[in-house]
């Protein structure tokens, strides 16, 4: 079902509602949207018609609806987000009182349901608040934490709505986590690393993090614990990973061994610089001292490294070449042990380094090879994704 059900009520963060409807049909997901009465005073209900395209419903009799609509909406939806919830429909949700469409709605749902509350802060805290919230959590409803920040009533404090971004991610894991990704700890390695000389002065290349950054965040909306491992990159990390921001290749292999011998996966997408220099300085060395000829050395290769300590990870590389694709991407997953690894033609200018779009074949090694055709990082990710689950479910059924 592509179907996510948006439940409005009455809060002065009710506009944050557009938003999170437009990062739903990002992800191709269609949106209903429901609104309280009270949040009517706020906005016109047409508004939410316009932007979702579908009627948006305030009446529990509302003629232009099928007879039983909230019976028949609850059967086509994937998911009921409440954002911005208020105080009294929390309440109203935690007694079962069903007394307008929404509340009514929420005990047909059949689907998960997740809250997204918005108040003053007392409010929040008010223990019964808390109690209503507690019981809602009992009865297997999510929420997200409000952050802390200014409120409309002109105070600053905690209540204030969570991100769109962060409700949206929270939703889509909701929505597309497998039990195979349940409890599985997945390393994902993204952008250059830094090799400097001295201060002022570094060996890089021109990774941007984005293709990491895209399969950190599909790992998490499948379920999996994420960490990502970054290079110098400055894009805004995805919901619910947790990141570590390291520099040279050296600080990479050390934060990846951190992590391995609990990870089930780990994927290498960071372009992780092959050399970096003999010598370095701690001040900047002046013009006239710096010989021409700057000595270089190999960086240890992590993934080579990890391959051979190996325990039951599942190991994925990736092939950045501008040749002969196939036969060089096989000989590093052969030398590094890998089990699957994907190969990008970085001579093209319109996929890999920085761009928003990929194409890549996917080897494995008894042979097997995939095409995945140009597509948006994000689409190439959940399709790795997708062969990355089904390499774990096989690896169950063998066990
Ligand atoms: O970041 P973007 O702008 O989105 O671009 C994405 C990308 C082009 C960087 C990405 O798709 C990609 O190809 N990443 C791998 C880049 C790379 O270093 O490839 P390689 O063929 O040189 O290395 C093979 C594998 O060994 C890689 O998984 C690499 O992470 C790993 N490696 C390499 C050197 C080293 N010292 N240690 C390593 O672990």
């Given amino acids: 079902m592509n179907k996510i059900a948006l439940g409005v009520a009455s809060s002065i963060s009710i506009y944050k509602a557009a938003d999170i409807i437009r990062l739903f049909q990002k992800e191709d997901l269609a949106v209903r949207v429901i609104m309280t009465e009270k949040a009517t005073r706020f906005i016109q209900p047409d508004f939410f018609t316009a932007l979702s395209g579908e009627e948006t419903i305030v009446n529990l009799f509302d003629r232009r609806q099928r007879p039983i609509e909230h019976i028949a909406l609850a059967d086509e939806i994937s998911l009921l987000l409440i954002a911005p919830a208020t105080a009294n429909i929390i309440a109203k949700l935690a007694s079962g009182l069903a007394d307008d469409f929404l509340s009514t709605f929420y005990l047909a749902v059949k689907s998960p349901v997740l809250i997204a509350p918005a108040m ?3 409010m929040f805290l008010h223990p019964q608040t808390q109690a209503n919230i507690k019981k809602l959590r009992d009865n297997g409803v999510e929420f997200v934490e409000p952050e802390a920040g200014y409120l409309a009533c002109g105070q600053t404090g905690g209540g204030r709505l969570a991100s769109p971004e962060k409700i949206v991610q929270t939703s889509l894991r909701l929505i597309r986590r497998q039990p195979v990704f349940k409890d599985k700890l997945i390393v994902v390695t993204a952008g250059p690393t830094r090799e400097s000389l001295d201060p002022v002065r570094f060996l890089s290349n021109r990774s941007s993090g984005k293709m990491g950054y895209e399969l950190a965040r599909q790992a998490y909306q499948l379920g999996a614990e994420v960490v990502l491992i970054k ?12 990141v570590e921001t390291v520099v040279s290749s050296e600080e990479m292999r050390q934060a990846v061994f951190k992590y391995y011998d609990q990870a089930s996966v780990v ?16 001040k900047k060395i002046r013009k006239e001292k710096l010989t021409l000829n700057l000595e270089l050395e190999r960086t240890p290769d992590i993934l080579e490294e990890l391959g051979h300590l190996k325990r039951g990870q599942l190991l994925v590389g990736f092939a950045a070449e501008t040749a002969d694709l196939k036969t060089r991407a096989s000989d590093k997953m052969k030398r590094k042990k890998l089990d699957l690894i994907v190969a990008n033609d970085v001579s093209r200018e319109d996929i890999g380094f920085g761009r928003d779009e990929n194409e890549v074949y996917l080897f494995w090694p008894d042979g097997r090879e ?3 055709g140009k597509t948006s990082k994000r689409k190439v990710s959940q399709e790795i994704l997708t062969e990355i689950g089904a390499m774990l479910n096989e690896r169950k059924g063998n066990n």
Avoid: C, H, W, Y
């Fill in 120 to 122: 003053n802060e007392a």
């Fill in 370 to 372: 995939r095409l995945i």
């Fill in 231 to 242: 290079g110098p990159v400055e894009l805004e990390p995805p919901t619910g990973v947790k």
């Fill in 267 to 282: 994927i290498m997408s960071a372009a992780v610089s092959d050399f970096r220099f003999r010598q370095t300085s701690l």
